[in-house]
């Protein structure tokens, strides 16, 4: 996919099948990215994608193996973005104590800044306070 113009293009189209509900076709098309030579980083946009549309059809499985896979591309160039959306979505979904441990095993990455680590800190002091 050495065209960006095709890639925005199959993301915009992906995106508004999600919001027509066509969500399927949405995943479709998300897919056929990451089949493409686009970037890791990139890919991990796209499983984070694949992940709120599954979220979206109530696939909980399905959505944390596609964060999962999002976090892996982002985890070789030192981003964790996915990753920690991964966090909060187990926290949304009640698992608290698998988004505890994310959120710790986030906080001992070298790129983080001060700010990401106190933003993680206070996630990680919510969890706890709720956990009793």
Same mark, same amino acid.
């Given at each position: ?18 919001e ?30 694949? /992940? ?5 059809? +109530? $696939?909980?499985? *399905?959505? %944390?193996?596609? =964060? ?8 070789r ?9 991964? /966090? ?5 979904? +009640? $698992?608290?104590? *698998?988004? %505890?441990?994310? =959120? ?5 990455r ?23």
């Amino acid at each position: 996919m050495t065209d960006p113009r095709g890639y925005a293009e199959t993301v915009q189209r992906a995106s508004q099948l999600a919001e027509r509900g066509d969500r399927e076709g949405a995943i479709v098309l998300f897919r056929g990215l990451l089949a493409t030579d686009i970037s890791d980083v990139d890919k991990a946009m796209m499983c984070l994608n694949i /992940a709120v549309v599954y979220q979206q059809m +109530g $696939r909980i499985d *399905e959505a %944390l193996a596609a =964060y999962e896979a999002g976090a892996a591309y982002e985890r070789r160039h030192g981003r964790f973005y996915v990753a920690e959306m991964k /966090a909060a979505f187990l926290a949304t979904h +009640g $698992r608290d104590r *698998e988004s %505890l441990l994310e =959120y710790q095993e986030l906080l001992g990455r070298a790129e983080l800044t001060e700010a990401d680590k106190e933003r993680i800190r206070r996630n990680i002091e919510t969890l706890r306070a709720r956990s009793g």
